[in-house]
């Protein structure tokens, strides 16, 4: 049986589901083809990936092709970085344990917390930045006027907030904004905002 290292895990599951690399689930083709690679779409409590056999290596065959678990192993899986915010129900996110084991990450949606014990908002979203976890964000959409308010925004206590994380975060925000029918992004949170632990 072949080990992997944490980080290879962590490259597999963030490539499955199509959150490292190239944009790939882009549409309606897009959504069928996540569902194809992922497996599932709904909890799955053995396996956060879906059903798959990729996890345990495949015999080399001549012309098989190389499984997305050792094309991360051999260095060769387009891993480029990206920023993304997910949602709260997000497969990614079912296995807390795993979350916590692979990345140090605790989450919790904290919707149905009462107000006065929240942490970081009433929905707020990890945000994910190349393979890791660097912070939480609350940005609520008012479809009617067009605009996304950012309520709030939590980096991890270890993040260093970099020109490019800001570049990435300034798109990920005008995309964020987009996808919800948004055409202004509006902000009273600083950038460097205090970091939070939940």
């Known amino acids: 049986m072949k080990t992997i290292t944490k980080q290879q895990a962590r490259q ?44 345990t290596l495949q015999s080399r065959v001549k012309g098989f092709r190389k499984t997305m678990l050792q094309e991360i192993i051999e260095g ?10 997910l949602a709260p129900l997000d497969p990614l996110l079912w296995d807390k ?11 919790s949606w904290e919707i149905y917390t009462p107000a006065v014990k929240r942490k970081f908002g009433y929905y707020p979203l990890p945000v994910l930045f190349g393979e890791r976890f660097v912070g939480r964000i609350e ?45 202004t992004v509006e902000s009273s949170v600083k950038k460097k905002q205090k970091s939070g632990r939940n």
């Open 12 to 55: 597999f599951i963030l490539s499955k589901q199509g959150l490292t690399g190239a944009y790939r689930f882009i549409g309606k083709d897009g959504a069928y083809e996540y569902v194809r690679q992922a497996g599932c779409i709904q909890y799955d409590p053995v396996d956060v990936c879906g059903r798959n056999a990729e996890l």
């Open 76 to 85: 060769q899986h387009d891993l480029k970085p990206r920023m993304s915010f």
């Open 97 to 107: 344990a795993l979350i916590l084991a692979l990345w140090d990450y605790r989450y």
């Open 139 to 183: 940005a609520v959409p008012d479809r009617k006027e067009q605009i996304l308010t950012v309520k709030g925004l939590w980096w991890e206590p270890d993040v260093r907030v970099t020109k490019k994380m800001s570049a990435a975060l300034d798109r990920t925000l005008r995309e964020f904004g987009k996808f919800n029918d948004c055409r």
